[in-house]
């Protein structure tokens, strides 16, 4: 994990006015100013909110696994907390404003987190990856067996309430897109904010060299924890958008080891340690499925059915995820920015 | 009032189911010991075993020669693993090597399935789940045979590893790569033999879940199982893969039974978890594993 | 005498090659800079190691080392492989506990050092093998050497507030200053993983610099690195010395480079130490030739493999 590192954005303040903003801003600008009014209904609610959720939840890993070098397995366990925790607050606490109880909710996956990190004071490598399978199978557990989780539904299914922020309600596919789409971007700002700052240099100090880290005065205990609590805060925020935006009935198998998976195998395509590759990678979870099954379809025809799809996406990710890790460790975000490299080369040798 | 026997039949079905998850175990330690590397498609490599043999029983294909055929595709892929995943990994840190096998294990997940499909298949291999009577405690015979089998393979692997130029070669390059490499040991074939031996393991593995449980996806789950095993037995002591799997088999079942009332049950799928963070919290190495000297 | 008078001239050049014009001014600042070691009544004990014993299993690394390093001094731990020098430095920052024996850092005494403590005690210290975090840049890694003066909670981080920018704003200018002291500003934003192993080494060095600690332990800091490599680190070394004041404990098997460089060195052989005194004197020491210049010619040899 150690060779894996972000090339282009060195924490600098420089780099504050660099090209990079500038994209943002242009990225912004598109998904709220043109997506809106030109994308379909299908567009927004079956591809880009999803994508939005799990890009804000391949963010939280990242801080941890990418950043901090501890790797996670549980992280269904903690968009199940998020989504779990936003719907009782909501329930049970009705004057709360929802986006209290969102915030409130990554609070409580951010606790949970932490205790669940605790063993990484002691535990290194496999043995901590080990342990945080605990926290799968615990609150996948607890909130199919407790009956309070889910206001007493038989299975634990929930509802998710109407999204609502004073008199403005997000109901449509666009007002759901919206909703996600601001609160992930705040989310971002305020993360990537973080890891330029004395704390991010700790993580990745922790994860480089934990043994240097100490001799420095790194708070390792500290460091750790934190990096638990900040990564389940932006799961457990994303896990709110997944059950309210997204998916707006979810049940505790929804939050399984596959989903886990699902989210580590995002950064590790997208790129470890990098916001964009999140993002990268997220887009590439959610896009490909649905080419394969276009592919599938148009080449096999009726061959290709829903089962047929399943596995082929099985072992294309599965295969991906070994090519990645072989050929370029660092994601698509580092195969971009070597396209992006090559073709600025190409135009100035042309010119 | 406290029922003894009650007590000694629940330990002793939980000791034999513990068996099971040994020989899963055993699996992983063989892998870990010699390349260091988690192999979290070890449940994949059970499942495909499993489904390839019923698959081939199915068509016709006679016991033994079903038998013979799984394993020399299990040998096959073995060698095909270490081939095209993990020589091209070499010399990487743990942590990718364990993340390719996870990538690894969706691969031959979903190649077994699409080749041999998603349905449950019966196997039978012909032993009865018939209870025992010894002394009043009821012990099942299958859980009987189970436990034979495992005891014979870890038999014929100490052995191999004692009396084979090649269980000596795998013994030194366990005990420090870089010297076994010195003395001009060829590690590829090396690890060559020890997933040819994984592949063997989760054959028998598999066909003893698959007999218990049917053949069918979530086999591949009782990796998760294993887990815990390893993490109580330490991932790099054989012994340890018995004895945290007779353990964490023996307090999945006691903790069922006598405290999961308390919470309503279903505690199995998390307690051996619980059970193996609380001992490493006092041993970072789990019972049998290699302390790690930090070296700076 | 000689020995010393050459490496001194080849510093010089050296210098002037790196950074022309500065090296008269490093040399011309010498004296004034190690105050320490003017006092009367001799310099007080920045390390002092008492009676330190360290063994794993039926091993003995140490036996009953005393060691003291006065204010100011460079001071040079050497010896054979396996001689038990890194141990050494390891007890000093607190990754081994030693089976008996007290370290004292000025009027501090520790049976195990709180390695977490240790840059709020004001040592620092580098590794053998490079310890970088290679995925930050020069300049962070040298930054993150004041991680201990960061004492602002997350929040505050995030939102930036008054005093966590004004600790942010200091220790930049202390990095910047170091970085310039030790000229790597044309490296400043390079990934550290990605650089030189010669200059991988200085940013360490920096790294270790940054908080102006008064103990700097330096493990094997010439291993590996070049012969013009080594002339031009000394002179930083030294450099860090004359500018900082930072008293120098440093751990080398290399008897040659360290005979210009320090002070006083202390020779280890099996876990005792056989010798301790200024160079001149280490040089002609009888045991010094027997133990370990005989194993310094194999080790020689070994190197040329």
């Given amino acids: 994990m150690t060779t894996i590192t972000e090339t282009t954005v060195a924490p600098t303040r420089l780099s504050w006015l660099t090209p990079n903003l500038l994209g943002v801003a242009l990225l912004l600008l598109l998904g709220y100013g043109l997506v809106p009014w030109i994308g379909s209904d299908y567009l927004m609610d079956a591809v880009l909110t999803p994508f939005l959720a799990l890009a804000l939840a391949a963010i939280g890993l990242n801080v941890l696994t990418g950043y901090a070098g501890q790797v996670s397995l549980g992280s269904a366990a903690f968009l199940a907390v998020g989504a779990y925790a936003a719907y009782n607050l909501n329930l049970r606490l009705p004057s709360l404003p929802l986006l209290a109880d969102i915030v409130l909710a990554g609070a409580i996956a951010a606790a949970v987190g932490i205790v669940f990190g605790l063993p990484s004071l002691r535990l290194r490598g496999f043995y901590l990856a080990v342990s945080t399978l605990a926290a799968q199978f615990f609150v996948q557990w607890a909130l199919t067996k407790f009956g309070w989780f889910s206001n007493d539904n038989a299975s634990g299914v929930i509802d998710a309430p109407v999204i609502r922020i004073g008199s403005l309600s997000f109901t449509s596919a666009t007002g759901r897109y919206v909703f996600s789409l601001s609160i992930v971007a705040v989310a971002t700002a305020l993360t990537a904010r973080l890891l330029a700052s004395q704390i991010g240099r700790n993580f990745i100090a922790v994860r480089d060299h934990e043994v240097a880290a100490k001799v420095i005065g790194v708070p390792l205990l500290r460091t750790k924890l934190l990096a638990f609590g900040i990564s389940s805060f932006l799961i457990g925020v994303a896990g709110v958008l997944w059950a309210f935006a997204y998916l707006r009935t979810v049940e505790p198998a929804g939050f399984n080891l596959d989903r886990s998976f699902q989210i580590l195998f995002i950064i590790i395509i997208g790129g470890l340690a990098s916001l964009r590759g999140a993002f990268i990678g997220a887009a590439f979870i959610v896009v490909f499925p649905l080419l394969l099954s276009r592919l599938g379809a148009a080449l096999l025809g009726s061959v290709f059915d829903s089962g047929v799809l399943e596995m082929s996406q099985r072992i294309v990710i599965g295969a991906l995820i070994i090519a990645f890790l072989i050929a370029e460790p660092r994601g698509l975000v580092a195969l971009i920015d070597r396209a992006v490299a090559a073709a600025r080369r190409l135009r100035s040798s042309q010119s | 009032m406290f029922d003894t026997q009650f007590l000694i039949e629940v330990l002793v079905g939980g000791l034999l189911s513990g068996v099971m998850y040994s020989l899963v175990a055993i699996g992983f330690v063989l892998i870990y010991k010699t390349s260091g590397v988690l192999n979290f498609a070890q449940g994949a490599m059970l499942l495909f075993a499993a489904l390839t043999f019923v698959s081939l029983v199915e068509r016709g294909t006679p016991f033994a020669l079903a038998l013979l055929a799984t394993l020399a595709i299990m040998v096959a892929l073995g060698i095909t693993i270490e081939r095209a995943v993990l020589r091209p990994l070499i010399n990487q840190p743990p942590i990718t090597l364990f993340m390719a096998t996870l990538g690894l294990s969706y691969v031959i997940e979903g190649a077994a399935q699409l080749l041999w499909g998603t349905q449950v298949h019966g196997l039978e291999i012909g032993v009865s789940d018939i209870p025992f009577d010894i002394a009043g405690v009821f012990i099942s015979r299958f859980d009987l045979f189970a436990a034979a089998v495992a005891g014979s393979l870890v038999a014929l692997f100490t052995l191999f590893f004692r009396y084979t130029r090649t269980g000596l070669a795998f013994r030194a390059v366990a005990d420090d790569q870089f010297a076994a490499l010195a003395v001009g040991l060829r590690l590829p074939r090396v690890w060559a033999a020890v997933w040819t031996a994984a592949g063997i393991v989760a054959l028998v593995a598999g066909l003893l879940w698959g007999a218990r449980l049917g053949v069918q996806f979530s086999l591949s789950l009782v990796v998760l199982k294993a887990l815990p095993v390893l993490v109580l037995g330490g991932f790099d002591s054989i012994t340890g893969a018995i004895v945290g799997g007779l353990l964490i088999g023996a307090i999945e079942k006691l903790a069922e039974v006598y405290v999961g009332p308390f919470f309503g049950g279903g505690i199995e799928a998390w307690a051996a978890y619980v059970v193996a963070l609380a001992l490493l919290l006092v041993r970072p190495s789990g019972l049998f594993g290699q302390k790690l000297v930090e070296r700076v | ?305």
């Fill in chain 3, 1 to 305: 005498m000689l020995l010393s008078a050459l490496t001194t001239s080849l510093d010089v050049l050296a210098l002037e090659t790196w950074a022309p014009g500065t090296a008269r001014q490093v040399l011309d600042t010498e004296p004034a800079a190690a105050p320490g070691a003017q006092v009367s009544g001799g310099p007080r004990a920045v390390l002092r190691l008492a009676n330190i014993s360290l063994s794993f299993g039926g091993l003995t690394a140490l036996r009953d080392v005393d060691l003291d390093v006065a204010e100011g001094e460079i001071r040079a731990v050497i010896g054979p492989n396996g001689a038990g020098k890194s141990s050494l430095l390891n007890v000093v920052s607190g990754l081994y506990r030693p089976d008996q024996g007290e370290v004292w850092f000025g009027d501090h005494a520790f049976r195990q050092v709180p390695t977490a403590q240790l840059a709020r005690l004001g040592v620092a210290r580098t590794f053998q093998n490079l310890a970088l975090f290679n995925g930050l840049s020069a300049f962070d890694n040298v930054l993150i050497g004041l991680a201990h003066r960061v004492h602002t909670g997350f929040i505050r981080q995030l939102v930036g507030s008054p005093a966590a920018r004004r600790i942010e704003a200091e220790n930049r200018a202390a990095a910047e200053e170091v970085i310039g002291f030790l000229h790597l500003q044309e490296v400043r934003d390079r990934i550290a993983g990605s650089l030189p192993y010669g200059l991988q080494k200085r940013v360490e060095l920096a790294r270790a610099l940054v908080a102006r600690p008064k103990l700097l332990l330096l493990d094997e800091p010439f291993a590996g690195v070049t012969l013009s490599g080594k002339q031009e680190l000394a002179q930083h070394v030294r450099g860090a010395r004359d500018r900082y004041g930072t008293t120098i404990v440093l751990i080398e098997h290399d008897i040659g480079i360290v005979m210009g460089l320090s002070d006083h060195i202390a020779v280890l052989d099996y876990g005792r130490k056989i010798a301790d005194g200024p160079p001149a004197e280490i040089k002609t020491n009888q045991a010094v030739i027997d133990a370990y210049l005989g194993v310094a010619h194999e080790d020689e040899t070994e190197l040329a493999i």
